[in-house]
Structures are given as C-alpha cells and as structure tokens.
C-alpha cells in the first residue's frame, strides 16, 4: 500500500508540475514539429499510475477491514523481518559508498574495502581468506577487464600505479 | 531468408563462438548449483562481458549462461533438496528421494539428459518457427509495430502474476521512466531535472543489474546462514539406456508442455516445471510412485523448464518482446551490441539472428559433455560460504555497471534501481512488467509518432482504408488480453501459486 502510495502522490505531483518538466515542442513557422505532444505520453503514463495507485490502495483498504489481528507466529516473523532490513540497509550503505570510493580511491582499493566489508557483515571470521579474497578478486577482475576485455577501470595514481607496474611486471616476466 | 540461413550458419562455426558458449555454460551451471544463486542474477552480473565481444559470440556467450543455469539448479535440488533456481523446485520432489536412496549419480543424469532433449528439441522448433513469423512480420510498419508493442504490453498485465493491478502499475512506472530524457519525436528535454546525465535517458544496463541482480543479493543477505550443508554427494550408478527409454514418453510429453509454455509471454520455467511434473504424474499408471524417487518425476521436470529455453526467444527476435526477466536481459545485449531485435532486425541482420539459433543449436553437444563430465565438481559447490561468494558478486555488478560507459552515475543508477527492485519485491510487486514497459515505452511512442504522422489527422479513415493489420491486432488485443488472463486465473493459478514468488527468480 506505501509502495502504490507513494508511486501515486508522485505521479500527482508530476501532472501538476508537468509544464516545469516537460519542454515546449520544437516550431517552426508556427507548426509544431512533432506529429504528438511530448507531453501527451507522460500525461496518459502517470493518469495509468495515479489511478491505478487509488485502485490499489482502495483494495488494500477493503482487505485490511477483512484480516484479523496479527497472530504470533505472524509477530515473530515481524521480528525476524526487522533484522533483515537492517542488513539490507547496511548492504545499500555499503553499495552507495563502493560507487562513491570508485572515483577518489580507485577500483582495487575500494574493492578491497567493500569485499573485506561484506564479508564480515555475512558472518565470515576466517581473517586470512577474507584478506585473500579481497585483495586477489579484485586485481584478477582488472587484469580481465583492461587485459582481455580492453576497458578501463577507475585507478588511483600513487597506489594503483604500484599495482600496475607490478603486474606489468609480472606480465613480462610470464610472457615468452 | 533462405540465403540468410546459409550464411549464418557459416558464421555460426567460429571457434572463439564455442568457446564462449562452454564458458557460458561452465559458469551458468556453476552459479545454478549454489543454493540461492540465480540465471537471472547470472546473467545481469555476466550481461557487461558481452558488450566486449562480437555478437555472435557474445550472445551465445549469454544463451549458454541461461541453458546451463536452468540446468545447475537442479544439482542441489537432487542432492540437498534445495532448488538452485526456482525451476528446478518441481526436481526436488523425486530427486532429493533418489539421493536418499543412494541413486544421487542416477538422478543427475536423468536430469542431465532430460534437460538436453528438452532444450534441443524446443531450439529446433524456435528455428522451424522463426521462418513464417520472420516473413509475415518483415511486412509490418510503424502502425502495425505500434498495435503489436500494445499488444505485448496488454499481454505483460494480463500475465502478471495474481494481481493484476500491480502488474498494471508497475509496467505503467516502467513506461514513466522510459519517458525520462529525451523525447524520440521532437527531440526535447523531459523530466531531466537539469542533470546532465539524464538526458540521454536511463541507462538500460544498471536497470536490469540493479532490478534483476541486487534484489537476489540481498535475499541471500538476508537468509544468510554460514551453516554448511552436508549430504552433498554423487552416489551410486549412472543412468542405463533402459531406465532413459522408460522415461522417454515423459520427456517427449514435458517437452511439448515446455515449448508452448515458452511461447507464451510471463510463465516461464516454474510454471512449465510444475506443469510437466503433473502432467507426468497424471499420465502414470503407479502415479503414488512420484514424491517418493522416481526418475520419471525427475524427467518431467527437467525436460519442460529447459525446453521453455528455446521459444522463448520467438517474440523476443520477431518483434523485439521480452517474454520474461531472461529475455528482458538478452534484449539489453542485443540493444548494447546495436542490433534492434524486430522486424528490421530480419531486414538487415537475418543472418546473425540465424547465426544464433544454429549456435543455441549445437551447444546442446557442449552442454552434454560439460554436464556429463563436470556434475561431481559441481556437486561439491553446493556446499560453498555465501559469505565468499556475495562480495564477488557485488564486485562484479559494480565493475560491469561502471565499464560499459566509464560513468560513476551508472553505479548510483545501479544503487537506485536495486533499492527499486528491493522495496518492490518486499510489496510483492513484479519488476518484469516495470522492465518491459521500460524497454517498449520508447519503441511503442516513436511507432505512435510515426502513424499519426502517416494516417494526416484522419486516424480512423487511415486505419480502415490503409492498415486493416493494425485493426485486426487492435480489435484481437482485448480478448488476447481477457483470454490470457482468465488462463492464468484459472487454470494455471494453481500451479503459479504452489511456484509461489519462486516465479521471479530463476
């Protein structure tokens, strides 16, 4: 019901502010140029969402009279839930940062943070694996994609740079 | 078309082709043994490695992923009674009994072989379909298009699940968002908020890692338990030739249940599964056998959610509609690699889509020695940490976010998306009618914009004296639409209820 509710006063709010975020058609010579308003596709998409979000909404109003009250197998479960979603948003704070830490710190560093991170946060306490795994993943994951798959990845000059003179090592070494 | 044919077929046999699609294949069924892991978390993860390559490798490279994923969900099914993905729930019923009595080694290669009949058979019937579709759609135009992209999209709400007013709303929010940028006609500037970024609208690869993958983590997240399961052994003998042609009139039966299904838009795997399953049961003359470790249950189930595979990809190549989240997925590599699945597609490109097809062929010969040889290795990961393996895969969704176009806001998109996919599945929202209204919400306005333009103010004298096909499609739409619907109501309720909300993730 939040979820339709919200789609619903959204799609409201862009209907009224529809003119601020839809430009005008492109004229010339006083006609437009296009064969259908750019506005007429999202007026028609968020009336579909408004209304269905009411309908959907009365629906769960009609249900709810209906249901009884929680029973407690139904309130533990409530319970168990809330730890879930603590998680989840630890998991999305973690997500956010790694995108934010790509740019500043570079791919490997940032990697290796989030990996050692989630790791922990799923109840690994093996130290030497967690370690290992964050710090091979990643640089296994960039040889492949600026070795084979010949794309970039975000790199931080001073660190990163001794990582990839190091693998360019390596790869010199290894190569016939 | 027939010239197209050969053609493809000589650049269907490239080496670096079959290669990829073993590599498909490995890891599909690798990530289908691990309890929890998805195809469809798979394939967003992997949908970045085949931007990189040609499209006849890196398609197939992604149609591997999707025949051995199908596949290496039943291998924890039989072993611990834990289905890989939710299409192999129905394997469960008779495969974990057979691991039970020590015939573990027996029930993977039913599964094995069931599965390869049932995909190869369904890929030869998509290849034999795809002619008489190809040519009567290569006549259609933008007012045929756009009956045909309204009809898909009545067809995604009508199969959408139990409730069909959510399927409406959210395939009504995957239209808005296909609206965001800029407009297809005349070219101006819609809901960008002045960021930069927006205006060459959302981009479709974070939409689909962020809707389809991170939802999947953080149900791993969730019920992650670092207890290691055990009992996850290869035992006993392997399959006779007696015990496969005892089962074969079931194999043929859940194969012909999966191929239709397939055709059909929003069913998919589970539905086909249970579908063969009961079919199996029904048909049986010791029907109080099933449940208890027969092979015959382990067929049936096997051969219909991997012939499903194969049409699947009928509306998605002829017309350019995704029938489920899979092919939602290969419309993004199709997109990515510049090639517009539809009717142009066959114009210009035929012979690539062709191409395809005989690679999705063959690969069922991969399939079987990969399978064949690999089953103990897979066995074994069963019982692999999720704790090892969510960071990878969170690693590997941001990385292939960023590299297809170097952008840090791709990854915010990502973040937004995932969070979208999260609190929708926690309402018990589908985000497959989002995805679809996203992906047809431009085709459909730009089709839209083009017959008004053709039909000059006169619509209805247009349609009427010009385009009969439009109006033929315009008036079949609604009852496609209640048929549908009534369908999925009645007679398949059921069966989509015990799938449960297995359904989204396969």
Known sequence: MLFAGVAGIFAILAILAMPMLVAAPKVLFGRSLSAIAPSLFPYVTLSLIAVLSAGLIMVAFITLKKSSHLTAQQAAAEIENDSGWTKTVIFFVLLTSYGLLLKPVGFLMSSFLIICATSIMLGNRNWLQIFLLAALAPICLYLIATRAMLVSLPELNQVELFYARGIDWVTQKVRP | ???????????????????????????????????????????????????????????????????????????????????????????????????????????????????????????????????????????????????????????????????????????????????????????????????????SGIPLLPMLIGVFAIPEIVSVIRNNSQEIKSGAKVLGERLKLAEFKRCFRTICRSTVLGTGIGVIPGLGQVVAAMMGYTAAKNASSTPEKFGTGELEGVAAAEAANNAVNGPTMVPLLTLGIPGDNITAILLG????????????????????????????????????????????????LVSIKSSLLIPLVIMFAVAGTYVFRSDVFDVVMLAFFGLFGVLARAAKFDVMPMVMGFILGEPLE??????????DGNFIQFALDERQGMLAILVVTPLIGYFLWRSMNKKLKPVVEAAGDEQQGL
Do not use: C, H
């Open chain 2, 1 to 199: 078309m027939i010239e197209a044919f050969f053609e493809g077929f000589d650049m269907a046999l490239r080496t670096d082709t079959f290669i990829m699609v073993s590599i498909g294949l490995f890891a599909g069924m690798l990530i289908g043994a691990l309890p929890g892991f998805t195809t469809l978390m798979a394939m967003a993860i992997l949908l970045p490695v085949s931007f990189f390559l040609d499209p006849i490798v890196g398609i197939p490279f992604l149609l591997g992923i999707y025949k051995g994923g199908i596949f290496g969900g039943s291998i924890p099914a039989i072993l611990v009674s834990m289905p890989g993905t939710g299409a192999a729930i129905a394997t469960t019923y008779d495969g974990y009994q057979l691991t039970k009595k020590g015939q573990s080694r027996k029930a993977l290669d039913i599964a094995l072989f069931s599965s390869i009949f049932g995909d190869t058979a369904s890929d030869i019937f998509t290849l034999l379909m795809i002619f008489p579709i190809a040519l009567l759609v290569m006549q259609f135009g933008p007012p045929e298009l756009a009956a045909i992209l309204f009809l898909s999209l009545v067809i995604v709400a009508a199969t959408a699940g139990r409730n069909p007013l959510k399927g409406l709303l959210m395939m009504a929010i995957g239209l808005w968002f296909s609206l965001i940028g800029t407009d297809p006609i005349g070219g101006v500037e819609r809901f960008t908020f002045g960021l930069f970024e927006l205006k």
């Open chain 2, 333 to 380: 590599a199709f997109i990515a690699q510049g090639l517009r699945p539809g009717p142009e597609l066959f114009e210009s490109q035929a012979s690539i889509v062709f191409a395809i097809l005989i690679v999705m062929i063959l690969a069922n010969a991969l399939f079987l020695i990969i399978g064949y040889f690999s089953i103990p290795f897979f066995a074994r």
């Open chain 2, 446 to 455: 730009y089709a839209f914009g083009q017959t008004i333009a053709m039909a």
